[in-house]
């Protein structure tokens, strides 16, 4: 479980980082802003920080899809929430109506990037394991023609 | 190591025969576990006692404090704990898939993963189960896609 969670963790702390450089490259090329390098060491922590809930998440096991459902939702909201605390606490922006706005749609952004990298990951690992399922089906076949 | 199955001639009884230079521990247990593993399985439906074959056997499931074989389209409560099921048919191919959950490898027809990190396992009746992100890498070991953690 202890195991599990670190590389939770690690994985989305990676993917987190990433695409906040990535939203964060974008923002500074479209306004023509210079950054300090404090900057960069606050979208490490953010990455950590927003890495910690999503970690949890993906170690509780839940039964129902509801629950899946309100837990995802439930997540959403602590990262936007964290992101909203983070950005104030760091001075990247006052917090308005329009920022908070702006800032929805970057955590939409950067969820929906994590999401399809770890989809993509699982598609792969997927498309392994049917071959394996596959090969298993194959030779069990065999084995009941030879005795046949 | 190689595996070698033959078949016996008609008269025969299967035999199990291991050449090896020395037993290991896992190897040992696994041929007791094989050894001793109860092939057939009681089962409640209603008013009706069935003996159920673990082949017939899609998946086992907990659920408040009862638990069910799930066959191809019957149902039948199952007097045992899910952890002794876990146990019991570990050597046959099944795995444990969610904490409530342990699924019967043969019967998968294929897996596909779900947005939530979770995967999804089509059954080869048309049902379909989810495979908790924790129990994933059980999963992979038992398809020898992962090695066992030392």
Redesign the interface.
């Given at each position: 479980?202890m195991?599990?969670f670190l590389i939770?963790l690690l994985h989305y702390f990676v993917d987190i980082t990433t695409a906040v450089l990535i939203a964060a490259a974008i923002y500074l090329t479209a306004s023509g802003k210079q950054i300090d390098s404090a900057v960069l060491w606050q979208i490490l922590l953010s990455g950590f920080i927003t890495a910690l809930p999503s970690a949890v998440l993906?170690?509780l096991?839940t039964?129902t899809e509801k629950l899946?459902w309100i837990l995802?939702i439930l997540h959403f909201c602590v990262i936007y929430g964290v992101t909203l605390v983070l950005l104030h606490a760091f001075g990247w922006c006052r917090i308005t109506p329009l920022s908070a706005l702006l800032t929805f749609f970057a955590v939409v952004f950067i969820y929906l990037f994590t999401?399809m990298v770890?989809?993509l990951i699982?598609?792969k690992?997927?498309t392994?394991?049917?071959e394996?399922?596959r090969k298993?089906y194959l030779r069990?076949e065999q084995?009941q023609k030879?005795?046949v | 190591m190689r595996i070698i199955i033959e078949t016996p001639q008609p008269d025969d009884e299967d035999v199990v025969i291991v050449r090896c230079a020395s037993p290991d521990q896992r190897l040992i247990t696994m041929l007791l576990a094989y050894q001793n593993a109860n092939t057939e399985l009681t089962g409640y439906l209603d008013d009706k006692i069935v003996r159920l074959n673990y082949q017939d056997v899609y998946y086992f499931e907990a659920n408040e404090s009862r638990v069910f074989a799930y066959c191809c389209s019957e149902v039948y409560e199952i007097k045992y704990k899910l952890y002794e099921l876990e146990e019991m048919y570990t050597p046959l191919d099944f795995v444990r898939c969610s904490k409530s959950m342990i699924v019967n490898m043969e019967k998968i027809e294929y897996l596909s993963p779900l947005f939530s990190g979770k995967l999804e396992a089509h059954l080869k009746n048309g049902e379909k189960i989810v495979i908790s992100r924790q129990y994933v890498h059980n999963l992979k070991i038992r398809l020898g896609i992962e090695e066992v953690d030392s």
């Open positions: 479980m195991k599990e939770s993906i170690c096991d039964k899946s995802w999401c770890h989809y699982d598609k690992h997927t392994l394991m049917n394996q399922l298993r069990a084995e030879e005795s | -």
